[in-house]
């Protein structure tokens, strides 16, 4: 099977003429994208019809029985189609997690090309681009590229990720970028579910519903036991609630803080003799006032001496601000 990309831009191509947003304006004028445009073995042009054409033109099986799946923004997945793709051409700004769970039902595995197209200036650059792509194991190639059927090289993803951020800084939705296109992810939530506070449950909810809806979830402040129990990747979100609540659960507020430490202690053990890629969030406390109270200056304390000691033991560390994550 032979793939011809003429374009790999969205319905307007990138940039978009006209446009004063600061994507289209930075994109060089050499990397312009055309709209989407693909043509199988010089006769089947997207959207496919006629013999082999599955899901109302979405996917062919080639001649040669390779197939290809082609996702545009706001499609999903025919159910009429092969048990596998050798070649999944997507939108993958519009919902990432839309790869994940084409692996997850094995319609994509890693002998399958992964393709990003419909781009444009909904990411703000070329360089982001690429830098989730290379997160989710996909490849933008440029317009006139012919592709063949062999797998997309994924690259190795660090075993312990920690992103630090101050409040609304973008590290949550970092943390969900990150895992986006993975099959298998659980999610584990530190916090309530904040049904006595109502705002504090708007937040929940929303985070709930950003997360891909094939991911799990466990509620707890059993760090240790989720990580030692662990098969499959985890999201834990956040860890500056978690110690909170540690704080609560041993009445350290006032009291006795050496339970605290002990917990924090176990916590980075498991962290360090983990069996599965971890991405953790936590909040960055170093940069604001000195707490005016005793219990408050002591939990700045701890959160910031373990995020250092959670840090000296991850493959990736990064300070996210404004949405931009500076890697440390």
Same mark, same amino acid.
């Given at each position: 099977?032979?793939?011809?990309?003429?374009?790999?831009?969205?319905?307007?191509?990138?940039?978009?003429?006209?446009?004063?947003?600061?994507?289209?304006?930075?994109?060089?004028?050499?990397?312009?994208?055309?709209?989407?445009?693909?043509?199988?073995?010089?006769?089947?042009?997207?959207?496919?019809?006629?013999?082999?054409?599955?899901?109302?033109?979405?996917?062919?099986?080639?001649?040669?029985?390779?197939?290809?799946?082609?996702?545009?923004?706001?499609?999903?997945?025919?159910?009429?189609?092969?048990?596998?793709?050798?070649?999944?051409?997507?939108?993958?700004?519009? !919902?990432?997690?839309?790869?994940?769970?084409?692996?997850?039902?094995?319609?994509?595995?890693?002998?399958?090309?992964?393709?990003?197209?419909?781009?444009?200036?909904?990411?703000?650059?070329?360089?982001?681009?690429?830098?989730? +792509?290379?997160?989710?194991?996909?490849?933008?190639?440029?317009?006139?590229?012919?592709?063949?059927?062999?797998?997309?090289?994924?690259?190795?993803?660090?075993?312990?990720?920690?992103?630090?951020?101050?409040?609304?800084?973008?590290?949550?939705?970092?943390?969900?970028?990150? +895992?986006?296109?993975?099959?298998?992810?659980?999610?584990?939530?530190?916090?309530?579910?904040?049904?006595?506070?109502?705002?504090?449950?708007? !937040?929940?909810?929303?985070?709930?519903?950003?997360?891909?809806?094939?991911?799990?979830?466990?509620?707890?402040?059993? #760090?240790?036991?989720?990580?030692?129990?662990?098969?499959?990747?985890?999201?834990?979100?956040?860890? =500056?609630?978690?110690?909170?609540?540690?704080?609560?659960?041993?009445?350290?507020?006032?009291?006795?803080?050496?339970?605290?430490?002990?917990?924090?202690?176990? #916590?980075?053990?498991?962290?360090?003799?983990?069996?599965?890629?971890?991405?953790?969030?936590?909040?960055?406390?170093?940069?604001?006032?000195?707490?005016?109270?005793?219990? =408050?200056?002591?939990?700045?304390?701890?959160?910031?001496? +373990?995020?250092?000691?959670?840090?000296?033991?991850?493959?990736?560390?990064?300070?996210?601000?404004?949405?931009?994550?500076?890697? #440390?």
């Amino acid at each position: 099977m032979k793939i011809l990309l003429s374009g790999t831009g969205g319905a307007a191509g990138w940039p978009v003429d006209g446009c004063p947003c600061a994507s289209c304006a930075r994109l060089p004028q050499d990397r312009r994208r055309r709209p989407f445009e693909l043509l199988v073995d010089d006769t089947a042009r997207f959207p496919f019809t006629g013999g082999g054409a599955i899901g109302g033109g979405l996917g062919l099986v080639a001649a040669d029985g390779a197939a290809v799946l082609c996702l545009p923004p706001g499609r999903e997945a025919p159910s009429d189609g092969p048990a596998r793709y050798d070649v999944v051409v997507l939108d993958l700004l519009d !919902r990432p997690q839309r790869l994940g769970e084409l692996r997850r039902a094995g319609l994509a595995d890693d002998r399958t090309a992964v393709v990003a197209a419909w781009l444009d200036h909904r990411i703000r650059s070329e360089e982001e681009l690429a830098r989730r +792509l290379r997160l989710w194991g996909a490849v933008a190639v440029p317009d006139g590229t012919v592709l063949g059927s062999g797998g997309t090289v994924r690259e190795t993803p660090p075993r312990r990720a920690l992103l630090l951020g101050g409040s609304r800084s973008g590290k949550s939705a970092e943390a969900e970028l990150r +895992l986006a296109a993975e099959p298998y992810v659980t999610y584990v939530a530190t916090g309530g579910d904040g049904a006595a506070d109502g705002e504090w449950a708007a !937040r929940v909810r929303a985070h709930r519903e950003r997360r891909p809806a094939h991911w799990d979830t466990a509620e707890t402040t059993d #760090l240790t036991g989720v990580i030692a129990a662990a098969r499959t990747p985890l999201l834990i979100d956040g860890l =500056g609630t978690w110690l909170a609540a540690v704080f609560d659960e041993h009445g350290a507020w006032d009291g006795d803080r050496t339970p605290v430490a002990r917990r924090c202690a176990e #916590l980075v053990e498991a962290w360090r003799g983990t069996p599965v890629p971890l991405v953790a969030v936590s909040d960055e406390v170093g940069m604001g006032v000195v707490p005016a109270t005793s219990a =408050g200056r002591a939990f700045r304390d701890a959160l910031g001496r +373990l995020n250092e000691r959670l840090a000296a033991e991850s493959e990736y560390v990064a300070l996210v601000v404004a949405g931009r994550p500076l890697e #440390l």
